[in-house]
């Protein structure tokens, strides 16, 4: 009777209980797989740079390209910590965010403009990878290499020359009645070709302007440039002291000397001081 009863309760299991399908096992060893492949691939995308946007220059608007460009140029020494430079940012303006331009953070920004900066990664073991920030070009040492080309009396030099020595200083033509300065022994070293669009500009008057700090322009023909030249304070002559007049000495009779009263010990050695003073000539 009992084996009956457990043939039927066999039965009903058969009836009731799912067969595992062998497609099951199969994707339960695989998922494992899948997420360790899933892992690798996200790792290899972070370390892989992202979209180059310098090539796009319509991509970054000019106004965060002028930000940025002038962060640099004031920067104290020529690297710096990410932290720090996102610092200056905010120091020339207060109200300054990536976020406001899209960007959910600072590196990705400075990742943005790699015509401008250069971004070096340095990898800490057991700690987040830190960033530095380096000048791609030195604008300041560029900017004198090209209005230098021309030896002028006065150095006045025109923009769209500067633009053109800016654009290509190895080849530009010179204008009529401009030499070369043969001192400059760079002239014949190629250099990588220039753009104002790079710093946010469309004009180049408006980008030397920006420069006030190491050009000036012409009163009466603003469309000529040259090196601020520093103004040299003439010297302050020395003031030379007077020499000192010898104070001549009160006779040894007198009571004061030098606003002090003196107390003569002559009369303590039994001599009075003119007795002294005879003495004295004698």
Do not use: C
Not at 38 to 67: G, H, I, K, T, Y
Not at 110 to 117: F, K, N, Q, S, Y
Not at 194 to 200: E, H, L, M, V
Not at 211 to 222: G, H, N, Q, V
Request: glycine letters at 4%; charged letters at 25%.
């Amino acid at each position: 009777m009992s084996s009956f009863f457990s043939a039927i309760a066999n039965l009903f299991r058969r009836l009731f209980s799912s067969p595992r399908r062998p497609e099951e096992g199969r994707t339960q060893q695989r998922e494992p797989r899948v997420q360790a492949r899933a892992q690798e691939n996200a790792s290899r995308q972070q370390d892989q740079p992202r979209q180059d946007l310098s090539r796009d220059r319509d991509a970054v608007p000019a106004e965060l390209r002028q930000r940025v460009y002038q962060a640099v140029y004031n920067m104290p020494k020529q690297r710096m910590h990410a932290g720090q430079f996102g610092s200056r940012l905010r120091q020339a303006d207060p109200t300054f965010s990536y976020e406001k331009y899209g960007f959910t953070k600072l590196i990705y920004l400075l990742e943005a403009v790699p015509d401008i900066v250069a971004l070096e990664r340095v990898n800490n073991p057991g700690a987040a990878p830190a960033y530095y920030v380096r000048p791609v070009f030195d604008i300041s040492a560029r900017l004198k290499q090209a209005i230098e080309r021309y030896d002028s009396e006065d150095g006045w030099v025109h923009v769209d020359s500067v633009m053109e020595s800016l654009a290509n200083p190895a080849t530009a033509t010179l204008p009529s009645g401009a030499i070369p300065n043969s001192a400059n022994g760079n002239l014949e070293k190629a250099q990588s070709p220039f753009s104002i669009r790079t710093y946010g500009f469309s004009n180049i008057s408006n980008f030397l302007h920006s420069r006030s700090d190491l050009l000036e322009f012409k009163a009466d023909s603003p469309a000529y440039v040259r090196l601020l030249r520093r103004r040299t304070e003439p010297a302050k002559p020395k003031l030379v002291a007077s020499p000192k007049r010898p104070r001549s000495s009160p006779p040894l009779g007198s009571s004061r000397q030098n606003g002090r009263s003196i107390v003569h010990l002559s009369k303590f050695a039994g001599f009075s001081p003119q007795v002294l003073n005879q003495k004295e000539s004698e």
